[in-house]
């Protein structure tokens, strides 16, 4: 069973809206939680990454969110622009010293339309 | 930061046949990691390389499949062996630099197709 869970699976929004993303996770013992945002043939790219005691953190139109009681996160993208149009993938860093034990959501894929 | 290389971008091979993928990284580097994403799906960890030693596999996958050679800090391969249509995927090399709370950063991926 997945232990990160992402929702919506996918979403369509108007350029310059606001969309918000989330994440529910059951990972632990728990590291860090990590958005990365996945462009159609590329890679992953790291959004942001937070750890036990951070709730809040910001990578320009991206606000991530964390709430370590209830194990959840979301991913606010403020202003939505076309060049959003990807898939966002939640990441959980289940160890506290085990590189690259990561628990990958299955991603939501946003789409955003002029 | 780290920038990684992947070759090649993408492929299309035939049933039964075997092909290498190679990452670079742009420095030295500890921890690489091969990951496999299949269409619509998450990304699941094949293995982590670490020079000087043997790739550790996770479960579901071995290396007589998916061997993996790791001759230097700054570079790696990926062989898929003896491929099925099973196979068609997008194989990714990762790697982590920094401390266990810094991001991974990946390669664009190889984009394997497989008649």
């Known amino acids: 069973k997945n232990q990160v869970e992402q929702s919506p699976q996918s979403l369509i929004i108007l350029e310059g809206k606001n969309c918000t993303l989330q994440?529910?996770?059951?990972?632990?013992?728990?590291?860090?939680l990590r958005w990365y945002k996945q462009d159609t043939g590329r890679g992953p790219v790291s959004l942001t990454i937070m750890t036990f005691s951070e709730n809040t953190k910001s990578n320009g139109r991206y606000t991530a969110t964390l709430d370590a009681d209830t194990k959840q996160s979301s991913l606010h993208i403020t202003a939505s622009q076309l060049s959003d149009s990807a898939s966002y993938i939640c990441?959980?860093?289940?160890?506290?010293?085990?590189?690259?034990?990561?628990?990958f959501g299955a991603g939501t894929q946003v789409v955003v339309t002029p | 930061s780290a920038v990684i290389s992947q070759k090649p971008s993408r492929d299309i091979c035939q049933r039964g046949t075997s092909l290498t993928i190679q990452c670079q990284v742009d420095?030295?580097?500890?921890?690489m990691f091969w990951y496999r994403q299949q269409p619509g799906q998450s990304l699941t960890l094949i293995a982590t390389a670490n020079q000087g030693s043997e790739a550790t596999y996770e479960s579901g996958f071995v290396i007589d499949k998916f061997p993996i050679s790791r001759p230097n800090l700054t570079f790696s391969t990926l062989t898929v062996s003896n491929m099925s249509p099973e196979d068609s995927s997008i194989y990714l090399c990762s790697v982590a630099v920094g401390g266990i709370n810094q991001p991974q950063h990946f390669g664009d991926g190889t984009r394997l197709s497989i008649l």
């Open positions: 420095s030295q580097v500890t921890m």
């Open positions: 990441v959980v860093s289940g160890t506290t010293d085990s590189w690259g034990k990561l628990q």
């Open positions: 994440c529910n996770y059951t990972v632990s013992p728990f590291s860090n």
